[in-house]
């Protein structure tokens, strides 16, 4: 076949992968496509942790057409026993000819050993077939699973003056109803998601996943120093999603109590007055949560930004100006230009008459 032909049914089995965002827990998204003599015999994703992986459902629908066809797989296939036996043993069972991969897998388990096992059977494989945007799908689990900590996603809306509210406090509603309902699908597509204590005390956010079709709800991550969150606040109600509370060692042992008692997780992350917010990324890491969505206030964002704890940058801009003092990033700010944190892999997006910007972000100051 000819890499046109690798292209199109890559970008079929990179679409099965899409639709599986935010379902897969801490594994990454794949699809595969099974094409025997130009026909598509077998299509397959994985659509759950510790289910099926993409390439035996595929392989489970193209049944004796698998012998001789070529398999598109977003992600090379898996080589070792975890939660479900190796990817590359069932190709290799099913006498696949020919298996074109989109990108290696970064985990250190696979790592170019699933390409390894299925070569040395006499099976050709291509690699690097719309391998940016196999990456780009699975931009958190690359991270997590090569340094155990997590994506963030840094979401905020704001007024083209940078402002996150007017100067009363008010912040309802910034953007559009189509900029806020692409926000609830981020919300699906992420294991958690952080707000300060402040945006708690302001706005009593639910932070649950509301959808035209029933999402996900991911993990409420509140960072609260001092346990100030109200007992009447609507996150801790647990009926709906879990909360996390992150705090420190000099928080109130009573009030903690409370709390849990009530199924609130507890995280005590640092000794002195403040969160440490870097022990916090690597201890949510430990708690399998792969993936972040920031939603804070501008001095979360600000610290968050400035710990060079930001992996993406999602901005959606009103056209709007308001004025005072309420910005989306609160924090010194960096002497020089060149300290600046730049974005990269810029995506610009208009949603009616809002502007999405989104990119990954790149530190000069760290």
Known sequence: MNILNDEFYMSLALDMAEKAQGQTDINPVVGCVVVKDGRIVGMGAHLRRGTGHAEVHALNMAGTEAEGATAYVTLEPCSHYGKTPPCSDRLIKEKVKRVVVAAVDPNPQVAG??????????IEVITGV????????????????????PFVTLKTASTLDGRLASRTGDSKWISNSDARERVHGMRHRH????????????????????????????????IDSQLR??????????EQADTMIVTTA????????QLESRGIRILRCGEGPHVDLTLAMRMLGEQEISSILLEGGGRLNGSMLEAGLVDRVTLFFAPKLIGGDMSTFTFDGFEKMNQAVT???????????????SGRTRYHHL
Request: aromatic letters at 2%; glycine letters at 8%; one cysteine or more.
């Open 343 to 357: 974005l990269e892999q810029v995506e610009v997006e208009t949603l009616e008459d809002n502007v999405c910007i």
């Open 113 to 122: 050993s699933g390409i390894e096992r299925l070569r040395s059977n006499g």
């Open 130 to 149: 719309l391998a940016e945007r196999s990456e780009r799908l699975n931009e958190t689990f690359n991270k997590y699973i090569t340094t155990g900590l």
């Open 229 to 238: 969150i109200p007992d009447q606040a609507r996150l801790l109600n647990t």
């Open 191 to 222: 294991q958690g998601i952080m707000v300060g204590i402040g945006t708690v005390l302001a706005d009593d956010p639910e932070l649950t996943t509301r959808t035209a079709t029933p999402g996900i709800n991911p993990v409420r991550i509140v």
């Open 250 to 257: 000099q928080a109130d042992p009573v009030r903690a109590s």
